[in-house]
């Protein structure tokens, strides 16, 4: 197995590791008596993000690998499970509001109103270029970028920024 398909299945384990996470977390909110805030863009943010890995799998498997970009995005992921490590029990990938809790200001929260989306950013941008393949770097950053200001202003409005 290539270098390139190991990388890719990682990230799609990670992600299929995580998602049963997020859903457990989010009932467990919801259970809690949290609510969920504009729901109507998830649907777009899971479109892009499977878009995103299909278009590495179709892509990549025969690109030569940036050793120097691939080690920067091994240290992006870590920013991930930092992140999600924070959060704990309330990370999910939806906006989910449980009244009376505090704001998490802890772990990479003490610096950055959104470290999420920023581990985010990177990882769409970052990963593509580990492969040389610019373009889907270019299109999917720009795709999130839009998918992003949908996020952020109604997670900023749900949680009274």
Avoid: C
């Amino acid at each position: 197995m290539t270098l390139n398909l190991v990388v890719i299945a990682l990230v799609t384990l990670s992600r299929a590791v995580e998602l049963p996470m997020a859903r457990a977390n989010t009932r467990r909110l919801l259970a809690a008596g949290g609510r969920e805030v504009a729901p109507g863009h998830y649907p777009l943010i899971v479109a892009l993000h499977a878009s995103w890995l299909l278009s590495l799998w179709w892509l990549a498997p025969d690109r030569s690998v940036n050793l120097p970009l691939l080690g920067l995005f091994g240290l992006v992921e870590l920013g991930r499970i930092w992140v999600i490590q924070t959060l704990g029990k309330r990370w999910t990938t939806r906006i989910v509001v449980v009244p009376g809790e505090t704001l998490v200001a802890r772990g990479p929260y003490r610096w950055i109103n959104h470290p999420n989306y920023a581990v985010v950013v990177a990882e769409i941008a970052l990963l593509p270029l580990v492969f040389g393949l610019w373009q889907v770097a270019l299109m999917f950053t720009v795709l999130n970028a839009a998918a992003l200001t949908i996020r952020i202003r109604e997670e900023n409005r749900a949680l009274g920024r």
